[in-house]
C-alpha cells in the first residue's frame, strides 16, 4: 500500500486522530499480503499495530492466528447514536478486522485500439477475446479476477465458491497497486482492470 491510497488514509484518519489525541502515528508502506506480517509475528517482533488488508488476507490471518481478534463494542457508536455493530454495511465487521474502506472497479478501455470498432461496454467483453481482441491488464491477485470472470460466465453471486486458479490465457499481470495510465496500456494492452477506494469516516 501507497501512493494515493496512503495519502487518503493520511487525511481520513490520521491527522484527525492525531489532532484530537495527541499520540503520533508512523506510517509504513507495504505491498500487502500476509508474509511481512507473519515473519513479524515469527520473529515476536510486530512492529505494526494496525494494517490495512484485503478481506481474504483477513479471513486467513485470523484463522492462522497472524491477526488478534477484537471486541466490536470497543468501537464508537456513529454521529446518530447508532451502534457500531449497525452502523456498518452487512460483513463489514470481522473477528478479527473492521472494514473502512469501500472498493469499486472499473473496466478502462484504450480506444485507440478499437477506433472505427465496436468498442467494449460490458464486463464480459473483457473475456471475449473474439469480437475484442488484444491483451487484457488484470491486477496480480485472484480476489475481483476471478469475481469478474465467474460473473461473465454467467455464475450467480450466491453460487460463488472458493475458487483460487485462473487461466492466464491474454492476461498480462501487473502489481497490486493502481497502476499509472502510461502501464494501463503499455506493451499493446486493449482493457484494464482499475481500483477505486472510498474511506468510510467517522
Same mark, same amino acid.
Given at each position: 500500500?501507497?501512493?494515493a491510497f496512503t495519502k487518503s488514509q493520511v487525511e481520513a484518519?490520521?491527522?484527525p486522530f492525531i489532532a484530537s489525541t495527541g499520540t503520533t502515528i508512523v506510517s509504513e508502506d507495504f505491498s500487502g499480503g500476509l508474509a511481512e506480517i507473519k515473519a513479524q509475528?515469527?520473529?515476536?517482533?510486530v512492529r505494526w499495530d494496525l494494517v490495512?488488508? #484485503?478481506k481474504p488476507d483477513i479471513v486467513r490471518g485470523c484463522a492462522e492466528g497472524l491477526l488478534e481478534p477484537f471486541d466490536p463494542s470497543m468501537l464508537p457508536k456513529g454521529e446518530d447514536g447508532t451502534p457500531a455493530e449497525k452502523d456498518f454495511i452487512d460483513g463489514a465487521i470481522h473477528e478479527c478486522a473492521v472494514n473502512t474502506i469501500v472498493v469499486s472497479t472499473i473496466l478502462a478501455v484504450n480506444q485507440e485500439a478499437f477506433k472505427g470498432k465496436a468498442m467494449p461496454s460490458k464486463l464480459v467483453d473483457l473475456f471475449d477475446l473474439e469480437n475484442f481482441p488484444g491483451?487484457?491488464?488484470l491486477q496480480k491477485q485472484p480476489q475481483g479476477n476471478l469475481e469478474w470472470a465467474l460473473?461473465? #460466465?454467467g455464475v450467480e453471486r450466491e453460487k460463488f465458491t472458493n475458487c483460487w486458479k485462473l487461466r492466464k490465457a491474454a492476461l498480462a499481470h501487473l502489481p497490486s497497486s493502481t497502476p499509472s495510465k502510461s502501464k494501463c496500456f503499455g506493451g499493446r494492452r486493449v482493457l484494464n482492470h482499475r481500483k477505486c477506494w472510498r474511506t468510510k469516516k467517522s
Open positions: 500500500m501507497g501512493g484518519y490520521h491527522k509475528v515469527e520473529a515476536n517482533n490495512s488488508l #484485503d491483451r487484457r491488464a460473473l461473465a #460466465d
